[in-house]
């Protein structure tokens, strides 16, 4: 997708050095674009828990390229086996919430030989092809998700599409395209007028600081709402649709998102407005069945709600918003059930979220 007019993807091998996989810093952005290095196993974790490289996919493809830097590290190492498989265990622990994370980790895992150079050069390989999986699966994400942003054209004769999204879903969060965001790219390059509401997603406002960013680059129109003025505009008939994105799925259909998806899925079924959720099969977890029992959802530093960032006098400065000793509890993602939700937008096409549908995905 586009910065100043330029295309650019979220993380990338250095084609002239394969030693060095370059990122985009996403914690300083909207107030500074910034691309960085990783250069270590540890790096990748570090990435991944500070939120430096965030959302469901590329926290997976991250995670594989973290391996293949302990693949690299293991050549000095008396161990290289037992080095590699503490490595893994540690970039597993970063976040728990997107599967995406685990099953990297396994992949990479899986291809562990103990010819040093045939073990580079095979981590190397495979951390590229998830990395082209992930690419490939949100850009058919948006060939599908785009029909459904065309028939609500086609009934409101060709007037804006209003789309509602929560937390950042877009190209930030995977390689490029995005997840909820990719059927919006597709529908405004092929002239469909959308506007897009842009849910600030407190407390680290991902919404308003990176969604916001990357669908302005674009030039698509949008505007930011506070969390709680969803239902509101909704219930004005502002809204025709909702795309949310996951970090977990359960088979029988059960979304883990950004806290507050939740929430407007229940004022979106209220208002009979489709609530869609865009997601490649690499976020679902087959294995489980209950979200709401099944999923743990990750409790984040306390911090991130009695603080506020912003950039004032050309700084990105942090300041206190509540009282210094009130207690604070900050649950990262909600679970919204499967009975609430339109359909999932995936790769493979448009399913119900149901069992049935959702285990053809499988193979």
């Given at each position: 997708?586009?910065?100043?007019?330029?295309?650019?993807?979220?993380?990338?091998?250095?084609?002239?050095?394969?030693?060095?996989?370059?990122?985009?810093?996403?914690?300083?952005?909207?107030?500074?674009?910034?691309?960085?290095?990783?250069?270590?196993?540890?790096?990748?974790?570090?990435?991944?828990?500070?939120?430096?490289?965030?959302?469901?996919?590329?926290?997976g493809?991250?995670?594989?390229?973290?391996?293949?830097?302990?693949?690299?590290?293991?050549?000095?190492?008396p161990?290289?086996?037992?080095?590699?498989?503490?490595?893994?265990?540690?970039?597993?622990?970063?976040?728990?919430t997107?599967?995406?994370?685990a099953?990297?980790?396994?992949?990479?895992?899986?291809?562990?030989?103990?010819?040093?150079?045939?073990?580079?050069?095979?981590?190397?390989?495979?951390?590229?092809?998830?990395?082209?999986?992930?690419?490939?699966?949100?850009?058919?994400?948006?060939?599908?998700?785009?029909?459904?942003?065309?028939?609500?054209?086609?009934?409101?004769?060709?007037?804006?599409?209003?789309?509602?999204?929560?937390?950042?879903?877009?190209?930030?969060?995977?390689?490029d395209?995005?997840?909820?965001?990719?059927?919006?790219?597709?529908?405004?390059?092929?002239?469909?007028?959308?506007?897009?509401?842009?849910?600030?997603?407190?407390?680290?406002?991902?919404?308003?600081?990176?969604?916001?960013?990357?669908?302005?680059?674009?030039?698509?129109?949008?505007?930011?709402?506070?969390?709680?003025?969803?239902?509101h505009?909704?219930?004005?008939?502002?809204?025709?649709?909702?795309?949310?994105?996951?970090?977990?799925?359960?088979?029988?259909?059960?979304?883990?998102?950004?806290?507050?998806?939740?929430?407007?899925?229940?004022?979106?079924?209220?208002?009979?407005?489709?609530?869609?959720?865009?997601?490649?099969?690499?976020?679902i977890?087959?294995?489980?069945a209950?979200?709401?029992?099944?999923?743990?959802?990750?409790?984040?530093?306390?911090?991130?709600?009695?603080?506020?960032?912003?950039?004032?006098?050309?700084?990105?400065?942090?300041?206190?918003?509540?009282?210094?000793?009130s207690?604070?509890?900050?649950?990262?993602?909600?679970?919204?059930?499967?009975?609430?939700?339109?359909?999932?937008?995936?790769?493979?096409?448009?399913?119900?979220?149901?069992?049935?549908?959702?285990?053809?995905?499988?193979?």
């Amino acid at each position: 997708m586009l910065v100043k007019g330029k295309p650019y993807q979220t993380i990338w091998m250095d084609q002239s050095d394969q030693d060095r996989i370059r990122y985009i810093n996403q914690d300083i952005l909207p107030f500074e674009f910034r691309i960085e290095e990783m250069h270590s196993s540890a790096d990748g974790y570090d990435m991944i828990r500070t939120m430096k490289v965030r959302g469901a996919p590329l926290i997976g493809v991250t995670a594989a390229f973290g391996i293949y830097m302990a693949c690299l590290e293991a050549r000095q190492q008396p161990s290289p086996l037992a080095y590699l498989m503490k490595q893994a265990a540690m970039i597993r622990e970063a976040r728990p919430t997107a599967v995406n994370l685990a099953r990297a980790v396994d992949r990479m895992l899986g291809i562990m030989t103990n010819d040093p150079d045939q073990l580079i050069h095979d981590a190397r390989a495979e951390a590229l092809k998830i990395r082209e999986e992930e690419l490939h699966a949100s850009y058919m994400i948006g060939q599908h998700g785009l029909e459904i942003i065309r028939g609500i054209s086609e009934s409101k004769n060709r007037e804006p599409v209003n789309i509602l999204t929560h937390c950042n879903a877009g190209w930030l969060a995977c390689i490029d395209y995005g997840t909820a965001t990719s059927p919006i790219y597709r529908a405004f390059d092929e002239q469909i007028p959308v506007h897009v509401w842009v849910d600030e997603t407190r407390p680290r406002n991902q919404g308003a600081r990176l969604t916001a960013w990357e669908l302005g680059q674009h030039g698509v129109p949008h505007t930011v709402i506070v969390d709680n003025a969803g239902g509101h505009i909704m219930q004005k008939g502002m809204v025709d649709v909702v795309i949310t994105g996951s970090d977990r799925t359960t088979r029988h259909g059960d979304v883990a998102n950004k806290i507050g998806t939740y929430l407007k899925a229940l004022a979106a079924r209220d208002n009979d407005i489709p609530f869609y959720v865009a997601l490649p099969v690499s976020t679902i977890d087959f294995d489980i069945a209950s979200g709401i029992n099944e999923i743990p959802i990750e409790e984040r530093d306390p911090d991130e709600v009695r603080v506020m960032e912003g950039i004032s006098d050309s700084k990105i400065q942090s300041v206190r918003i509540m009282p210094e000793d009130s207690p604070v509890s900050n649950y990262g993602f909600d679970v919204t059930p499967a009975g609430l939700i339109s359909g999932l937008i995936t790769e493979k096409g448009i399913c119900k979220a149901s069992e049935s549908e959702i285990m053809k995905l499988k193979d």
